[in-house]
């Protein structure tokens, strides 16, 4: 099967039903967004594997996981938008994958000091490049809000929460680098 079509060079594509909808449909919009924030992710993940971190083996392998599992988890995002009102999701999001989110954040934030200032996304390389994976996330969310009625809730507490574990990662991968974190301070 060839990876061209051409049946989006009219400006459609096809939902996951087989409806044909503009390219700029929120639905296109808000998954194409889950889709880039998937590939910073990756991004960060392969700056990650070239190391230069002094975490253990163990705290490594369970990042890596953790940042598999949450990329996987966006094509779950993208079969519930993909897929409108009537029409049966391929691959369903869950509340415990939500709950999974959380157990890494929890996990990560006993680790880190306590935040008491605005944090400047900066510091390693792949700490700055999870960040802007947040704020990738955080546009796909504000698409998204214009779509909830027709959504599974989960979508939207699932986007709002991934923006905190890539914050908390971000903070979690300069704590293993020689970049230390800047914070932000007023100044006039």
């Keep these: 099967m060839s990876i061209y079509t051409r049946t989006g060079d009219d400006g459609e594509t096809s939902l996951i039903s087989g409806q044909r909808v503009a390219k700029n449909d929120l639905r296109v919009q808000a998954y194409g967004t889950c889709d880039e ?3 910073v992710i990756g991004l960060a993940v392969s700056i990650v594997d070239q190391g230069g971190l002094t975490w253990s083996l163990s705290e490594r392998k369970t990042f890596l ?6 990329q996987t988890l966006l094509f779950y995002v993208g079969s ?8 049966d999701v391929p691959w369903p999001l869950e509340a415990k994958h939500i709950e999974q989110l959380e157990q890494a954040i929890d996990h990560w934030e006993e680790q880190l000091p306590p935040i008491k200032h605005f944090i400047l996304p900066s510091g390693h390389q792949a700490s700055a490049t999870l960040h802007h994976a947040r704020t990738i996330v955080r546009r796909a969310e504000r698409i998204v809000v214009e779509l909830k009625s027709q959504l599974n809730p989960l979508v939207l ?7 905190d574990l890539l914050f908390v990662a971000a903070r979690y991968v300069n704590q293993f680098s020689a970049c230390d974190e800047k914070f932000f301070r007023y100044k006039k």
């Design 65 to 70: 996981s953790c940042m598999e599992m949450t």
């Design 37 to 39: 924030a998937n590939a």
């Design 157 to 163: 507490s699932f986007l709002n929460r991934l923006s």
């Design 80 to 87: 519930e938008l993909a897929t409108p009102p009537g029409h």
